[in-house]
Every structure is written in structure tokens, then in C-alpha cells.
């Protein structure tokens, strides 16, 4: 069986979701992202973190010491057609039981309306979106 798959009696399970970007790399939404994954309490939660590629996140957390599983998208997120989008993002959420869906933006529209959709059916409303966006630059 899946680890993704095995549902844990007494946890919720928390999805958090972040589509980065093509040619993007390790920045400040996933610092934010890994700060924010150390104050959750995993007596009571089991946390998914589905991400297009992996990055530095295996690393990242195992230096936190925090028990996140990492799953990358089994499929792009490339192709944003409506239906497929919604059955494909509809069943990977179901397969793994979670009871809340996060989706963390670092940049405005990179999960859409059949992403958001399935979140909400799979979680029977307790779907959620953090945008994380960077200060500006300063002025020189």
C-alpha cells in the first residue's frame, strides 16, 4: 500500500499544495512555507505537501525534524483544461484522505478554479488558500 494512501485513525489530514513555477527556484514562499510547517501539531495531524518538484524540501525538513510527506503531482499542472484538470486533481486528493486542503500561492492564479473545486469537494468545504508574496524591492 501507497504511504499516501494509509489513513491514520485520530489525525487529520492536512494537503498543502504548491505548483512552483517553471525555471523557479528555492525562495522565500518556501522558507515561509517550512516555518509554518514546524507549528503544526502532529499528535493531531498528518501533513501531505504535494508539490510539482521537489526542490529542496526533503532536505529542508528533515533538518526541521517534522514528519511531512513530500509526493510530487503525478501529473503537469501544465495542462489547466477544466475537466481533466478537476477529475485528476478530484481523485489524487481523495486517495489521500484529507480532511483540509491548503493551497499556497507565491504568485496570483497558479491554481485555478477546477483545482480549487475538487479541494472543496474532497474536504467538504474546508479548502483554503495562503498567498505568500514577497516584499518589494526596495528603492535605490
Known sequence: MNDMNKRIPDKTTVTFLLNIPAGGGWGGCEERLIERLSFV???????ILMVNHNLLFPEKIRN?????????????????????????????????????????????LQFGLADFLAGFLVSRGHVYSWEVLLAPRPLQ
Open 64 to 108: 526541521f525534524g517534522i514528519p511531512v510527506e513530500i509526493v510530487n503531482f503525478p501529473f503537469s499542472l501544465e495542462d489547466t483544461r477544466f475537466w481533466p484538470r478537476i477529475l485528476k486533481m478530484y481523485r489524487l486528493l481523495s486517495s489521500t484522505g484529507t480532511k483540509r486542503v491548503i493551497f499556497v500561492h507565491n504568485i496570483f
Open 41 to 47: 501539531d502532529y499528535d493531531a495531524h498528518r501533513v
